[in-house]
């Protein structure tokens, strides 16, 4: 199973985008994947709704460990000058490798793929709680109350609580969808809640800290969509 995740999320210059997208998912994600561990890929456009704006880049593997050995920080060391220069095109960049928690399949799981790459459409947050005593109520949250609802909500393929084991924000939660149709029509009503004090989630939400671009709704771009 893919138990680790390692996501990038990043901003790129109007005029570099096309030189970079081509080298990123032609050479490196190629060149990725054929790392020891490494079990998929996923790219998505960002700016279908949340605060994201950009680039999402995930990588799977069967432990987080796959991605320390060697570290990001180890790679950074020895890549090749064409990648250091694709790389310093990235701004804004935010990098966390995560463990996953706990997860659910929604009724569209049969639509993640190809393999177990995530699904057409994420949505994806990374935040930090204000106290222990909000991680019981969060945790709560999403154990009673949140997954079970995504089990069975129309259009979601799944959802993996995931907890960082490098990063500055120490919460995460990835969300697929079949299509950002589906996410908007099934998926939107329930986000109001976070506005309504009334709430679980109303209650919940004041205290996290959310990081840049989080939450952030995305499109996948490589591997392409067949529709």
């Not at 210059?13 to 054929?34: C, M, N, Q, R, T």
């Not at 190809?114 to 909000?134: E, H, K």
């Not at 609802?149 to 393929?157: S, T, V």
């Amino acid at each position: 199973m893919d138990r680790g995740i390692w996501a990038i999320s990043y901003e790129l210059p109007e005029g570099d985008k096309s030189e970079y997208l081509a080298w990123f998912h032609d050479v490196h994600i190629p060149e990725k994947l054929l790392r020891p561990g490494y079990l998929w890929a996923a790219h998505y456009d960002l700016g279908h709704g949340g605060h994201g704006k950009g680039y999402l880049a995930l990588f799977g593997a069967g432990s987080a460990h796959t991605f320390l050995n060697p570290s990001p920080g180890q790679l950074a060391q020895r890549q090749s000058a064409e990648s250091g220069r694709m790389m310093a095109m990235r701004q804004q960049s935010f990098a966390c490798i995560l463990v996953e928690e706990t997860r659910v399949d929604g009724p569209e799981a049969s639509k993640r793929g190809p393999g177990m790459t995530p699904g057409p459409v994420v949505q994806m947050g990374n935040y930090n709680a204000a106290s222990p005593a909000v991680e019981d109520d969060l945790g709560a949250w999403y154990a009673q109350e949140r997954l079970p609802l995504l089990a069975k909500l129309p259009g979601c393929i799944g959802a993996r609580k995931l907890l960082a084991a490098v990063g500055a924000y120490k919460h995460a939660i990835l969300h697929e969808f079949a299509s950002l149709e589906l996410r908007e029509r099934h998926f939107g009503p329930h986000e109001a809640d976070a506005r309504n004090p009334d709430t679980w989630m109303g209650r919940v939400r004041p205290h996290l800290t959310h990081a840049p671009r989080s939450p952030a709704v995305g499109r996948r771009i490589w591997p392409a969509l067949d529709f």
